[in-house]
């Protein structure tokens, strides 16, 4: 896909990447441009976890799976199994753990039939897409976050802080998921590594901090 330079989206890419550099801290795995496997699922259980919550608590419930072997989809769909109110506990940093131990037991379950997160992955990605969304507590936000970050597809992630982002610039009157979706898409090259730094730079510019700075908030 050939973007004009002149194209008032990719320029403020351009602008943010001068002003904040390379990822780093924990947004340094999320945008790691070659993920492993373990990697990959991690990012898929922070993005079931990050719903409502800031990513400080995420990181202590990410931990307490770890300390249980259970931060892969096999190892929570089967801790989830078998212990559902042990899953509720060890996240229970996150919030709203009842509810987000279902979902996260109901995601994986369906992965593990799927053959897998990598074998689900050899879709179409608007047919992941469709499947995700198809799964209860997941919306286009933690969808295109697992399909992007852990996934490695080039869907724009659009939140809170892009639709802030694009209030203030004003670069559209309209805010719904799907039109800034496309604004962002239409006006970026299909590239995952620019549409992952892009978003993670715009949640930095929300938050008034630096890499560095982020985790702790």
């Not at 199994?81 to 042990?86: A, C, F, P, Q």
């Not at 990598?118 to 286009?140: S, T």
């Not at 299909?190 to 892009?198: A, P, T």
């Amino acid at each position: 896909m050939q973007v004009k330079p002149t194209n008032q989206i990719y320029k403020i890419y351009l602008e943010l990447l001068e002003k904040y550099g390379s990822p780093k801290d924990f947004w340094q795995k999320w945008c790691k441009r070659k993920k492993t496997l373990r990697d990959k699922e991690e990012i898929v259980l922070g993005a079931m976890l990050t719903q409502r919550v800031s990513w400080f608590n995420v990181e202590k419930a990410l931990e307490n799976l770890r300390g249980q072997k259970a931060l892969s989809v096999k190892g929570a769909y089967e801790l989830g199994k078998r212990d559902i109110k042990l899953l509720e506990g060890l996240i229970k940093p996150s919030g709203f753990y009842k509810q987000k131990a279902q979902r996260i037991f109901g995601l994986c379950e369906f992965l593990e039939r799927s053959g897998g997160f990598e074998k689900f992955l050899e879709n179409p990605v608007m047919v992941c897409r469709d499947k995700l969304l198809a799964l209860n507590g997941i919306g286009p936000e933690t969808a295109d976050s697992i399909l992007l970050y852990a996934g490695g597809k080039p869907v724009f992630v659009i939140d809170e802080y892009t639709r802030r982002f694009v209030e203030r610039r004003k670069l559209s009157k309209i805010f719904s998921y799907s039109h800034l979706q496309d604004l962002f898409q239409r006006g970026l090259p299909q590239e995952v590594m620019i549409y992952q730094d892009y978003h993670a730079m715009i949640v930095l510019e929300g938050r008034g901090t630096s890499w560095d700075l982020l985790s702790k908030i």
